[in-house]
C-alpha cells in the first residue's frame, strides 16, 4: 500500500482549522486593538471577546457571565480545584474526591494540595475505567468541598456517568467539577441539565490554537482571583485578552458542537472498523469502555512489544500515534490510566492510542490496518519477551495457540 501520512493523535492535540484560522486573522492585523482601551478600535475588541464569549457559553447551555477565558485546560482545571479548596478551607472543609484516572492536571493539582494539609480520596474505577454517581455519594463527607472527576479520559476514551455524579453531588451540597478537555465539541453537553458547577475545557483539543481555554463557573460559586492586575475577567484573572486566541476557541467549540451525533455516527464506525481490525491481531485487547467512549478514541494493548518501538516504526510509516508507556510520559512507569484499569505493567507497556477527528478517511484506517500488524510482527520477532511469552503459554510466534 503507498505511504501516506495519518495524524492518529488528535487527543494530543489538533491541527487548527480552515474556519478557526479565518476567524483569527483579522484580529492579529486590523483588530489588533486593547479590549480595554476606550477608542473604536478597542471597543470593537472588546465586543468580539463580549461574542465569543457568548457562543461559548450557549455551546454548554450555560449564561455568558459565566464564562472565564484562561490559557488552557490545566490552568483551568488549577483555577477550579485550588479556588474551591481555598473556600473550602476558610469553612473547615479540607475533603475532596476525585479519581485515579484523571489528567495530570488534575493529579499534581490534587497531589500540591496534599501537601497543604488537604485531604484526597482518589475513587478506584472499573475495567473500563468509569466510576460510579454511588461510589461518589459514598465517599462525600461532612467536609468534603469539592468533587473533580473528568468527563471523557484522555487516554482511553472512556466517559464518565457526569450527570448521574453531578446529581449526587447537588443532593449533598458539594461543588461538582468536572475536566471537559477531552469531551467538549464530542460530547453533548449542557451544564445545568448535567449539574456541573465547574468545567474546563481547552482550545487546541477541537482545531482552536494552544494556549487558550475557559473556565465555566456557576453563577453563586465565587472562585479567589487567579491573576491579580487588571479588570479583565471580571477583575479574576488579569492580563490583557488574547483576542485572536478567543475568537479562535469560540468558531472552534461553535463547529465541533454541530451536529455532534451525526458525525460520531460516521466517526464511531470508522473506529470501530479499526479497533475490529486490530484485535484480529492474536494477544491483543481493548482498553476503555466498549460503547461508553469517545467516537474517535481506539486504545489497545498488543503483548510482547514495547509502545515506544511501535510508536517509532509507526513514524516510519506517516503515522502519528500515541501510547501508554514508559518514555512519552517522561518516567519509567507505564500510564496511571492502563494501570488503574487493572493491566499489568507488561501489557500497558505495549499500550497504542490512535485519536482522530472526524476527517479521518476510510482510507486512512485501511492503511492503519495495513500497517499494524506489518509492524507488530516485526517487534514481536525480534522481542525476549515476545519469545518468552509463546514458550510459557505455548503459542505459535504469530500468538495464536498451539495445537
Ligand atoms: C490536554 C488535556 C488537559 C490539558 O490542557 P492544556 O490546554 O494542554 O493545558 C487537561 N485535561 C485533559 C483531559 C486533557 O486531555
Known sequence: MEKRFVYADNAATTQVSQSVLNAMLPMFTEGFGNASSIYKLGMDA????????????????????????????????????????????????????????????????????????????????????????????????????????????????????????????????????????????????????????????????????????????????????????????????????????????????????????????????KRDRLIEGILKIPQTRLNGHPTQRLAGNANISIRGVEGESMLLMLDLNGICASSGSACTSGSLDPSHVLLAIGLPHEIAHGSLRLSFDEDVTDEDIDYILDVVPNVVARLRAMSPLWERICKTENLNPDGTPKE
Open 46 to 269: 472588546a465586543k468580539t471577546v463580549l461574542a465569543s464569549r457568548e457562543r461559548v457559553a450557549n455551546a454548554l447551555g450555560a449564561k455568558v457571565n459565566e464564562i472565564y477565558f484562561t490559557a488552557g485546560g490545566s490552568e483551568s482545571d488549577n483555577w477550579a480545584i485550588k479556588g474551591a479548596a481555598e473556600n473550602g478551607a476558610k469553612k473547615g472543609k479540607k475533603h475532596i474526591i476525585t479519581t485515579a484516572v484523571e489528567h495530570h492536571a488534575v493529579l499534581h493539582t490534587c497531589e500540591y494540595l496534599e501537601k497543604h494539609g488537604f485531604e484526597v480520596t482518589y475513587l478506584p474505577v472499573d475495567e473500563y475505567g468509569r466510576v460510579t454517581a454511588e461510589q461518589v455519594a459514598n465517599a462525600i463527607r461532612e467536609d468534603t468541598c469539592l468533587v473533580t472527576i473528568m468527563f471523557a479520559n484522555n487516554e482511553i476514551g472512556t466517559i464518565m456517568p457526569i450527570k448521574e455524579i453531578g446529581a449526587v453531588c447537588h443532593e449533598k451540597k458539594v461543588i461538582f467539577h468536572t475536566d471537559a478537555v477531552q469531551a467538549v465539541g464530542h460530547v453533548n453537553i449542557n451544564v445545568k441539565e448535567m449539574n456541573i458547577d465547574m468545567l474546563s475545557l481547552s482550545g487546541h483539543k477541537l482545531h482552536a490554537p494552544k494556549g487558550v481555554g475557559a473556565l465555566y463557573i456557576r453563577t453563586g460559586i465565587t472562585l479567589p482571583n487567579l491573576i491579580a492586575g487588571g479588570a479583565q475577567e471580571r477583575g479574576k484573572r488579569a492580563g490583557t485578552e488574547n483576542v485572536p486566541g478567543i475568537v479562535g476557541l469560540a468558531q472552534a467549540i461553535t463547529d465541533a458542537c454541530k451536529d455532534i451525533d451525526e458525525k460520531n455516527a460516521k466517526l464511531s464506525a
